[in-house]
């Protein structure tokens, strides 16, 4: 486009503006030909490129869409917890969108995974919000720097499948910031997005996408998003009060349903135009910054398979490696037994289905790497079955464990139980392949079991074998990736982005998930994943952060700044890390910071950075971290602000969550108390926690203390001082009216305190 946008905007008529904010088709945006204003193309991601070929009458294109590279879904990308590797991730998918001529993928999706039985899990990055919000700001901008832009979703507290269309999430203030829509926050504000998507459901009453407070006040005018707002497919329940939220796309095509209502919406005077010319100047802004204006070669398919595959690698994490047992050894006699090793699920079901351009096997791919002959197969199981295995499919697995050295027991979760628009019943493994496992172990105490799943599965078996690979779900290349661990030809590195809970009962939000009929409530609070865990003292099977090597690293020389600082200043910590093993490998370095006074409920710990870096052995590195207010905030939902709380926190790294390796205390100053509007009902407490407001009251509140306070202490009676000093500061301002009868204070005085208080703020 060569006008600018406001002169073009000045061109278009009513009903050409409405057109805009209403899909052209089920993947393309309208554009307006007597204008030269083209029309763009969204399509699904998130991790790869699902466009539907035009020609078919598949809307949805799961099942004829063009082939492209299918990388590991966010559960294993955040798992990496590799920024640059998630970056140039961004990059291929970006390439990818223009060999297609895509505009914009539909992705990444950030929403938290509050309970593992969520349907889509697989599709999102983690339990923690800061994790999820530095992970996907890097894919954000990889994709955003070949000039293709994304659409991070889903916006906001979208964290089930259960009637997810309908259904009213009640979610506090405080929870709401902290947890659900912060990883939001920082990659608005770090790797400006060029569309969000908004949600199919209500938050506290309102859809989403008719929500001024959470569109209008907190994404564009606090968070300054200056990018499209648009719906989930078929979201929209009413387009006029979404523009007038500063909502601006409907998906799909309505075809001049929806048009022809913001029309008369206009005409009637419900609708401003103004309000409208808002929205259309966004969507010609977007697409011109999206316009792909000459179309590149088609990228080598082979080359980002092959990256494909080193990106896979990094997503698994090594669960146990009792007695050494992996890597697999030359010599080793290797019996494969699983249908997912020949039959492999490397991604989710739903819209986020590619179609791969190939296909590796664990089966063919180990038999390439281990010498001939070394690898014999065994079925044992029908992953399309639920109940007990064939018998002669376990005969035979049972049969041939017996000849071998090791047996590797490719294991996971059927396409069927994780799938967008549903959620899962439980967390377990097929019955057919538990009873394999209890078979084989009494057979063959060499046991490795390798897993694909997208989430969080019960592993009560665990003790029965020696090895866990959970190698999630993978993309195209992951049997190659497999085999490369198992082997030892790659070193694993990965961590896990989510607590692997106990029990399905142990979770935040048992009692309540998927809520009842329409409501959901968040009686969880800020408490989602280890910070539950933690509060609760219950314990995991694996804990957040929680991923080991084949090789062992120590950490040493922690290092702060200084040992008291201001809530306003930036500070450093630096930590030795030493590879003390016999071998190249990786670490995730996590640091986490643990309030030690707080006058709120905060979480035991919070993870606040985390650096992955390579060492050979013997080799040492220095890792810096910042300690800042952005570590040490917490949302205020009264004075509705972040604040930084005077106190002691101790500052702490580690290899885990729950392997905190080394900590140092510090004491932070903040000498801004949080702004108070005084009312009737404000306790003592806070007036004398605010030195100027204090100030303001000293003469009243000092003789309240006297008659509450110091009479007791005079009768030397100390249940009694207690309760006076209770008393004292939990009294309300009006209560010092009628405790004294008048005599202390009146209504018309402490009308005229209270305004003088609040002329303070």
């Known amino acids: 486009m060569s006008q600018t946008y406001q002169s073009l905007l000045n061109e278009l008529t009513l009903e050409e503006k ?134 991070l979703k889903h916006f906001a507290v979208n964290n ?23 990883a939001f926050e920082y990659i608005v504000k770090e790797a400006k997005p060029t569309t969000i998507m908004t949600s199919y459901n209500k938050v506290n009453g309102e859809y989403v996408n008719e929500s001024k407070r959470l569109l209008q006040e907190i994404l564009r005018d606090e968070w300054g998003f200056e990018g499209v707002l648009v719906s989930d497919w078929l979201a929209v329940d009413n387009c006029v009060a979404g523009i007038k939220a500063s909502h601006d796309i409907e998906m799909p095509t309505t075809e001049e349903f929806s048009p022809n209502k913001i029309v008369q919406a206009v005409k009637s005077g419900e609708l401003s135009e103004e309000k409208l010319d808002q929205a259309v100047y966004r969507i010609l802004a977007l697409i011109d910054k999206t316009e792909i204006k000459s179309v590149p070669e088609m990228y080598n398919q082979e080359a980002h398979h092959q990256f494909a595959r080193k990106v896979a690698s990094e997503t698994m994490v090594l669960l146990k490696n009792q007695n050494k047992i992996l890597p697999l050894k030359s010599t080793d006699k290797i019996l494969l037994i699983g249908d997912l090793a020949k039959k492999p699920r490397y991604q989710g079901s739903g819209s986020s289905h590619i179609i791969p351009t190939k296909i590796e096997t664990l089966y063919d791919e180990l038999v390439k790497l281990m010498p001939n002959d070394s690898v014999t197969y065994a079925q044992g199981y029908d992953i399309q079955e639920d109940s007990a295995s064939s018998s002669v499919l376990l005969k035979e697995a049972c049969h041939l464990a017996q000849q071998v050295d090791k047996v590797v ?93 106990m029990d399905l009962a142990d979770t935040s939000c048992y009692e309540t998930f998927p809520g009842l009929r329409d409501t959901i409530d968040y009686t969880d609070d800020i408490f989602v994943g280890y910070r539950h865990y933690d509060k609760s003292a219950i314990e995991t099977s694996y804990p957040f952060g929680y991923g080991l090597s084949y090789t062992t690293f120590e950490y040493s020389n922690l290092q702060v700044g200084k040992s008291e600082m201001n809530a306003s200043e930036s500070i450093t910590m630096t930590v030795t890390v030493t590879n003390t093993g016999d071998c190249s490998g990786k670490e995730v370095v996590q640091f986490y910071v643990l309030p030690k006074s707080s006058s709120v409920p905060r979480p035991i710990k919070e993870l606040k950075g985390f650096e992955k870096i390579e060492l050979n052995p013997g080799e040492s590195k220095k890792v810096t971290f910042v ?133 303070e703020s």
């Not at 989430?455 to 074998?465: E, T």
């Not at 930084?644 to 500052?651: R, T």
């Not at 006297?706 to 009294?731: C, F, P, Q």
Request: proline letters at 4%.
């Open 18 to 151: 409405a057109s805009l904010c209403s899909g052209g088709t089920f993947w393309d945006l309208r554009g307006v030909d007597r204008l030269n204003i083209p029309s763009i193309a969204l399509t699904d991601g998130p991790h790869g490129l699902r466009k539907q070929r035009r020609d078919q009458s598949d809307h949805l294109g799961f099942m004829d869409s063009e082939p492209a590279i299918c990388f590991p879904p966010a559960v294993g990308l955040a798992s990496s917890w590799n920024r640059q590797l998630v970056y140039q991730v961004g990059e291929v998918l970006g390439e990818e969108c223009l060999s297609h001529e895509v505009n914009i993928l539909l992705g990444p999706g950030i929403n938290i995974k509050r309970s593992p039985l969520c349907g889509r899990n697989f599709e999102y990055f983690s339990e923690d919000p800061y994790l999820t919000g530095q992970m996907a700001a890097e894919q954000v901008k990889g994709t955003q720097s070949k000039g293709v832009g994304t659409s």
């Open 627 to 759: 300690v800042d207010k952005e570590c040490l905030k917490y949302f205020d939902s009264v004075a509705n602000q972040w604040y930084v709380e005077s106190g002691i926190y101790e500052l702490a790294v580690g290899r885990s969550s729950a392997e905190l390796e080394l900590v140092s205390e510090m004491k932070v100053i903040n000498t801004e108390p949080l702004p108070l509007t005084v009312t009737r009902n404000t306790p003592v407490r806070d007036i004398v926690a605010d030195p100027k407001k204090y100030e303001i009251a000293r003469d009243l509140l000092e003789v309240w203390h006297g008659l509450i306070v110091r009479e007791a202490t005079e009768e030397n009676d100390k249940v009694d001082t207690e309760l006076g000093v209770a008393m004292y500061n939990s009294m309300p301002l009006r209560g010092l009216i009628n405790f004294s009868a008048g005599k202390l204070i009146d209504d018309e005085k402490l009308d005229d305190l209270i305004r003088r208080l609040n002329q």
């Open 409 to 501: 027991l490719h294991l996971g979760l059927p396409a069927r139980y994780e799938a967008e628009g549903l959620d899962r019943e439980h967390m377990y493994l097929p019955d057919n392949q538990i009873e394999l496992l209890d078979a084989i172990t009494s057979l063959n105490s060499n046991l490795v079991v390798v897993l694909s799943n997208g989430s969080a599965i019960d592993m009560k078996w665990k003790g029965k074998a020696d090895g866990i690979l959970e190698a999630y779900l993978g993309g195209q290349a992951a049997g190659g990736a497999i085999a490369d661990i198992l082997t030892g030809r790659v070193n694993p590195s990965a961590k896990l982005a989510e607590s692997f809970p």
């Open 160 to 182: 089930q499948e259960t009637r997810r269309m309908t259904i009213d999430a009640k979610v506090s203030e405080r929870a709401l910031r902290e947890i659900y829509l912060s």
